[in-house]
């Protein structure tokens, strides 16, 4: 249901739009967030419908009892020339008696519609709100690295979350208040029509002017709106980033200049609210005195019309109520139209999320993980990120399977950049890339990536235990084979040794574990997975060399009948690859086993002089 809800709405292509500041004269005019959102609820129809009459028949009850109080009035009044009278109720006894056994079913009903809708709106709401950032976090997940490395963490939490959770907030009461406003209009107008029409269009010449000042103070509130949820996306994005790097904070003492950045961020949402309330608040005022003009008009010509016999005692008291009735509740427009325009700022930044068309198509070759050779081939493969020169530059390359190949060069070289391509992080923009024959582009994305485990530099471990981060991607694995993984990566011991074992909770980001002990972590996830094809980029980087040379007999049990594709700035791990490339400004500028390296007395040559120590000529 979620991929059909995505399929439906309107596919933007965000790459043609303007940045922000820059001047376009031609820039088409954004389509409103309301058509989309209810493109969006064709999936909810039913639980839309159930709620709505709900709704609608709460309403008809809940203005009922004037008409009651009216009917009371005649039959006090009228007696047996009352309308009751004509059924054959004809004292008034009788006629009180029916009134208040009418008045208990028509309140009892009333309640049970207001029971229903306000349980049927609020699960609808709660529905929508989980299908909603379902589909938002899924979409984001498919699309491709570019797109989270040109955006704030915050603010795309800020939209998740936040967004999501304002429409919500909208749906729980909102939609039901415009509905019931406009059910009460067409009610109380068509009585209004049907007993007075003399009063009828006195009683209504204010709702043209209610009308259009809601829609104009609408087109006024959307921006201001608009602007509040971008400055709480800027404030949720820097205290995202602080807490993320609140060691930084506080190694360089900067707790008050960040304080200050918060307090600059909170003042620019707090100011771009109070221009939206400024506006907000002047709504009910303005549209109370026109509700003055049409209740004083049927309390003045209504009552005029009852002294001259024109209008009954009892359709005059009708009158007087229900226009009250009418018009009172159109002062709680303003609220609404307050909640409704936050919605709107809020759904066109989601649905702006679930519009942004997903680069990296999913392929259609299916490639189960055990057939996979791990033979791999690069053909003039360019790439270079936006706004940048380029950081491979018709690069070819065969990787035979089950080989083990080092690739290493200077910093900004393109080594972590072939490891992205290889996993589809980013499209290449020319060449290909096949493995075992077909190109990667062809094959399903689930399973190209299934058929790589990747122990990269940057470690990266969830909030959760030991246990959980070892197994993670593999979860029906046993008990043995994580044990087995975690000694094979060197890091049993250390398990052993914290406080509830395998069961240790390690923080946000495991930050109650050193580099060292992250990086076994995470090669121990890599080999429970046991991929065809095994990447470490720079997989030791953060061992000592006692731990480093323990990984590195481990890796050479793991890495056999494996394609490996180990990067590496330490030469010392890779010495032993059955062939190492040298990459220099993303070219391929010599390749050979460790030995012929060394004896051409190139870059590698001279980069193992450096990490060795040695000066002057060559030594092995």
């Given at each position: 249901?979620?991929?059909?809800?995505?399929?439906?709405?309107?596919?933007?292509?965000?790459?043609?739009?303007?940045?922000?500041?820059?001047?376009?004269?031609?820039?088409?005019?954004?389509?409103?967030?309301?058509?989309?959102?209810?493109?969006?609820?064709?999936?909810?129809?039913?639980?839309?419908?159930?709620?709505?009459?709900?709704?609608?028949?709460?309403?008809?009850?809940?203005?009922?009892?004037?008409?009651?109080?009216?009917?009371?009035?005649?039959?006090?009044?009228?007696?047996?020339?009352?309308?009751?009278?004509?059924?054959?109720?004809?004292?008034?006894?009788?006629?009180?008696?029916?009134?208040?056994?009418?008045?208990?079913?028509?309140?009892?009903?009333?309640?049970?519609?207001?029971?229903?809708?306000?349980?049927?709106?609020?699960?609808?709401?709660?529905?929508?709100?989980?299908?909603?950032?379902?589909?938002?976090?899924?979409?984001?997940?498919?699309?491709?690295?570019?797109?989270?490395?040109?955006?704030?963490?915050?603010?795309?939490?800020?939209?998740?979350?936040?967004?999501?959770?304002?429409?919500?907030?909208?749906l729980d009461f909102g939609a039901n208040e415009v509905l019931q406003?406009?059910?009460?209009?067409?009610?109380?107008?068509?009585?209004?029509?049907?007993?007075?029409?003399?009063?009828?269009?006195?009683?209504?010449?204010?709702?043209?002017?209610?009308?259009?000042?809601?829609?104009?103070?609408?087109?006024?509130?959307?921006?201001?709106?608009?602007?509040?949820?971008?400055?709480?996306?800027?404030?949720?994005?820097?205290?995202?980033?602080?807490?993320?790097?609140?060691?930084?904070?506080?190694?360089?003492?900067?707790?008050?200049?960040?304080?200050?950045?918060?307090?600059?961020?909170?003042?620019?949402?707090?100011?771009?609210?109070?221009?939206?309330?400024?506006?907000?608040?002047?709504?009910?005022?303005?549209?109370?005195?026109?509700?003055?003009?049409?209740?004083?008009?049927?309390?003045?010509?209504?009552?005029?019309?009852?002294?001259?016999?024109?209008?009954?005692?009892?359709?005059?008291?009708?009158?007087?109520?229900?226009?009250?009735?009418?018009?009172?509740?159109?002062?709680?427009?303003?609220?609404?139209?307050?909640?409704?325009?936050r919605a709107m700022a809020s759904t066109t930044r989601v649905m702006?999320?679930?519009?942004?068309?997903?680069?990296?198509?999913?392929?259609?070759?299916?490639?189960?993980?055990?057939?996979?050779?791990?033979?791999?081939?690069?053909?003039?493969?360019?790439?270079?990120?936006?706004?940048?020169?380029?950081?491979?530059?018709?690069?070819?390359?065969?990787?035979?399977?089950?080989?083990?190949?080092?690739?290493?060069?200077?910093?900004?070289?393109?080594?972590?950049?072939?490891?992205?391509?290889?996993?589809?992080?980013?499209?290449?923009?020319?060449?290909?890339?096949?493995?075992?024959?077909?190109?990667?582009?062809?094959?399903?994305?689930?399973?190209?990536?299934?058929?790589?485990?990747?122990?990269?530099?940057?470690?990266?471990?969830?909030?959760?235990?030991?246990?959980?981060?070892?197994?993670?991607?593999?979860?029906?694995?046993?008990?043995?084979?994580?044990?087995?993984?975690?000694?094979?990566?060197?890091?049993?011991?250390?398990?052993?040794?914290?406080?509830?074992?395998?069961?240790?909770?390690?923080g946000e980001r495991g930050q109650t574990l050193s580099g060292g002990?992250?990086?076994?972590?995470?090669?121990?996830?890599?080999?429970?997975?046991?991929?065809?094809?095994?990447?470490?980029?720079?997989?030791?980087?953060?061992?000592?060399?006692?731990?480093?040379?323990?990984?590195?007999?481990?890796?050479?049990?793991?890495?056999?009948?494996?394609?490996?594709?180990?990067?590496?700035?330490?030469?010392?791990?890779?010495?032993?690859?059955?062939?190492?490339?040298?990459?220099?400004?993303?070219?391929?500028?010599?390749?050979?086993?460790?030995?012929?390296?060394?004896?051409?007395?190139?870059?590698?040559?001279?980069?193992?002089?450096?990490?060795?120590?040695?000066?002057?000529?060559?030594?092995?």
């Open positions: 249901m979620a991929d059909a809800r995505l399929q439906k709405a309107t596919r933007v292509n965000h790459s043609q739009r303007n940045r922000a500041g820059r001047a376009s004269p031609q820039r088409p005019e954004p389509p409103h967030p309301l058509p989309r959102l209810i493109s969006y609820g064709r999936a909810y129809r039913r639980q839309i419908w159930q709620a709505t009459t709900c709704s609608i028949l709460n309403k008809i009850f809940d203005l009922a009892p004037p008409a009651l109080i009216g009917a009371a009035v005649d039959a006090v009044v009228q007696k047996q020339n009352s309308l009751l009278a004509r059924f054959g109720f004809e004292t008034v006894f009788e006629q009180l008696l029916v009134l208040s056994l009418l008045s208990a079913v028509i309140w009892g009903f009333e309640s049970l519609f207001e029971y229903a809708y306000a349980r049927l709106w609020r699960d609808l709401a709660q529905t929508i709100q989980h299908d909603m950032r379902l589909d938002a976090y899924s979409h984001l997940q498919n699309l491709e690295l570019d797109y989270f490395e040109t955006r704030s963490t915050g603010r795309l939490m800020s939209i998740v979350n936040d967004d999501i959770n304002q429409l919500e907030r909208f406003v406009s059910a009460t209009i067409v009610i109380i107008g068509g009585i209004f029509f049907v007993l007075a029409p003399d009063v009828a269009w006195l009683a209504m010449l204010p709702m043209p002017f209610i009308l259009w000042g809601s829609i104009a103070f609408q087109k006024l509130l959307a921006p201001r709106y608009a602007e509040v949820r971008e400055q709480a996306s800027l404030l949720n994005s820097r205290l995202s980033n602080n807490f993320s790097g609140i060691t930084t904070i506080k190694s360089f003492t900067t707790e008050a200049y960040e304080i200050e950045q918060i307090r600059h961020e909170s003042e620019g949402y707090r100011q771009s609210n109070r221009r939206a309330i400024a506006l907000s608040a002047a709504f009910v005022p303005l549209i109370r005195i026109l509700i003055l003009v049409g209740f004083t008009a049927t309390l003045f010509y209504g009552g005029l019309e009852a002294a001259a016999g024109r209008l009954s005692v009892g359709n005059y008291s009708v009158l007087v109520y229900l226009i009250q009735r009418l018009l009172w509740p159109l002062t709680r427009l303003g609220e609404t139209l307050d909640q409704y325009q702006d999320l679930l519009d942004t068309p997903i680069a990296a198509p999913q392929g259609h070759i299916a490639l189960p993980t055990p057939t996979v050779r791990g033979d791999i081939v690069l053909t003039d493969v360019s790439f270079a990120y936006r706004e940048r020169s380029p950081v491979i530059e018709q690069l070819s390359l065969h990787i035979p399977a089950g080989k083990t190949i080092a690739i290493v060069g200077s910093t900004g070289s393109g080594k972590s950049t072939l490891v992205k391509l290889l996993l589809r992080l980013y499209e290449i923009p020319s060449g290909s890339i096949t493995l075992d024959g077909i190109n990667i582009q062809d094959i399903y994305l689930q399973d190209l990536r299934r058929a790589i485990g990747l122990v990269s530099q940057d470690v990266f471990l969830f909030h959760g235990t030991v246990w959980e981060n070892i197994t993670y991607g593999s979860p029906d694995v046993t008990p043995s084979q994580v044990v087995d993984a975690a000694q094979m990566a060197e890091a049993h011991e250390f398990i052993e040794q914290l406080p509830q074992g395998y069961d240790t909770i390690v002990q992250r990086q076994r972590l995470a090669i121990a996830r890599a080999i429970l997975k046991d991929p065809p094809i095994l990447i470490l980029d720079e997989a030791t980087s953060a061992v000592d060399n006692e731990t480093e040379a323990a990984i590195q007999r481990s890796l050479e049990k793991i890495t056999q009948n494996r394609t490996t594709i180990a990067i590496a700035h330490r030469l010392s791990t890779i010495r032993n690859a059955d062939c190492i490339y040298v990459m220099e400004y993303g070219k391929l500028v010599e390749r050979g086993t460790h030995e012929a390296l060394i004896a051409q007395q190139g870059i590698y040559d001279n980069l193992w002089r450096v990490q060795m120590g040695v000066k002057g000529k060559s030594q092995d």
